[in-house]
């Protein structure tokens, strides 16, 4: 759900923000070199606000209690997360303008990357497809074949999913979905989360 989440948002950037990405650094990098060079009609100022929000964000996530079981700190960091969306969607509404939106958002998206690597679920980055889609071409067909081809598949379909609702409602249309889908996030991790610790309690009585 969390890369079906990053195609959403890619959406909302990318043609809500004005050719910016907040969840792919890698397109952010290669922006930001072009509109350095000034070929390309984009705004350096835009990628690097980016940027930095998304490694503010990773920063946090990452350094948030360090010798904490990862399980255990993925509700709260989606929950931060679901709240840094909900601020991304106030600003939209509102009209505050592009950068209220975009730091927000990239903040949000750097705190889903350091969570999901803490995790260290092979082959869903759940915003980076290069290496997975190496995989399924270079590596031989097995369990991962099935991991990787439905994180490709959830990317792409937020992506089409996000256009479609982006050229009917607007980049608010595309933050209201996300925030609703954090929220369903957050509420099932807290849920197995609440499973699993009662599972170890009955191990140790």
Same mark, same amino acid.
Not at 15 to 43: H, K
Not at 67 to 89: H, R
């Given at each position: ?10 959406? !909302?950037?990318?043609?809500? #923000? *004005? ?10 990098? /290669?922006? #930001?070199?072009? @509109?350095?060079? =000034?070929? &390309? ?8 606000? &980016? ?13 948030? %209690?360090?010798d ?7 509700? $709260?960091? /989606?929950a /931060? ?15 505050? *303008? ?16 350091a969570?999901?690597?803490?995790? *260290?679920v $092979? ?12 995989g399924l071409?270079?590596? %031989? $067909?097995?369990? !991962? ?7 490709? @598949? ?8 996000? =256009? #479609?609702?982006h ?10 979905? /996300?925030? &609703? ?8 991790a807290? %849920?197995?989360?609440?499973?699993? @610790?009662?599972g170890?309690?009955?191990?140790? $009585?």
């Amino acid at each position: 759900m969390l890369t079906f989440v990053s195609g959403l948002v890619g959406a !909302a950037s990318f043609l809500g #923000l *004005g050719r910016v990405f907040v969840a792919n650094m890698t397109g952010n990098v /290669v922006f #930001l070199g072009f @509109a350095l060079s =000034g070929v &390309a009609q984009l705004s350096a100022l835009a990628a690097a606000v &980016a940027l930095t929000g998304f490694v503010t964000g990773a920063v946090a996530g990452g350094s948030w %209690r360090r010798d904490a079981e990862a399980g255990d700190l993925f509700a $709260p960091l /989606v929950a /931060v997360q679901t709240l840094l969306a909900a601020l991304a969607l106030a600003a939209e509404a509102a009209g505050w *303008g592009r950068y209220a939106v975009l730091v927000p958002l990239a903040c949000g998206m750097g705190l889903q990357n350091a969570v999901v690597h803490r995790l *260290g679920v $092979p082959d869903l980055t759940t915003t980076v497809m290069t290496r997975t889609l190496t995989g399924l071409a270079a590596d %031989r $067909p097995g369990p !991962a074949t099935v991991r990787r081809g439905v994180s490709v @598949a959830a990317l792409a379909a937020g992506a089409l999913s996000g =256009g #479609l609702l982006h050229s009917r409602t607007g980049a608010e249309g595309v933050l209201v979905a /996300v925030l &609703a889908l954090l929220i369903a996030v957050v509420l099932a991790a807290g %849920r197995w989360r609440r499973t699993r @610790a009662r599972g170890r309690e009955g191990e140790h $009585p």
